[in-house]
């Protein structure tokens, strides 16, 4: 059973590979002075990187799961997701109001997928 790891940090992983199967860690805006809809671009890019990195991409992702500070910022956050999520690949997912680790974070995206 091998578990290959990307960018691992003290604390956690941001991505690991097993089975298969890409996990990556909960993804977060680094530029926390944007609104929702600039912090989501921001973090599904930074989910293109990793899965790409990782041998994967959007077409690939199993499940999804998205915290957002505020429910009021749901329509801005799915506005963004629908221009970048792969049509016909549509992935389950979920998305709960939370609050998150640093308060300026709007949203918070955790991936699973499998490898191309």
Same mark, same amino acid.
Request: proline letters at 0%; glycine letters at 8%.
């Given at each position: 059973?091998?578990?290959k790891r990307l960018h691992v940090g003290k604390? /956690?992983?941001e991505t690991a590979i097993h089975n298969e199967t890409v996990y990556l860690a909960g993804q977060i805006a680094d530029d926390t002075t944007q609104g929702?809809?600039?912090q989501t671009r921001e973090v599904l890019a930074n989910i293109d990187r990793l899965l790409n990195e990782a041998g994967s991409d959007k077409t690939?992702? /199993?499940m999804c799961q998205i915290f957002i500070t505020d429910m009021a910022n749901f329509p801005g956050?799915?506005?963004v997701?629908?221009?970048w999520v792969?049509?016909?690949h549509t992935p389950p997912r979920a998305?709960?109001?939370a609050k998150l680790a640093n308060p300026a974070c709007l949203v918070e995206i955790v991936v699973t997928a499998a490898l191309r």
């Open positions: 059973m091998e578990i604390r /956690l992983s929702i809809e600039g690939c992702i /199993l956050m799915n506005s997701w629908d221009e792969a049509q016909g998305t709960v109001e």
